[in-house]
């Protein structure tokens, strides 16, 4: 399991907006809509979804922090 931060490609101090901006642009970037049959492209985009949830989330992202 790849960490979010590296996904998302921003650093550990960034603020909620940096985390939210990063996480559009690589959604944008790989949508299902846009690389149909694409299979990387779909874990990318599910990969930056899943770590969007967690770092956007304060509890979730001060648990993810801890360990």
């Known amino acids: 399991m790849r960490d979010f931060y590296d996904i ?3 650093e550990k101090d960034s603020l909620k907006s ?3 901006r990063a996480y559009r642009r690589i959604a944008m970037k790989y949508h ?3 690389n149909p049959e ?3 492209a779909e ?3 599910k990969e930056a979804a899943e ?3 967690v ?3 304060d509890n979730k992202k001060a ?3 801890r360990f």
């Open 8 to 10: 998302l490609g921003v």
């Open 18 to 20: 940096d985390i939210k």
């Open 32 to 34: 299902p809509d846009k």
């Open 38 to 40: 694409n299979k990387d």
């Open 43 to 45: 874990k990318k985009f």
């Open 51 to 53: 770590a969007y949830s």
């Open 55 to 57: 770092l956007s989330d």
């Open 63 to 65: 648990q993810y922090d």
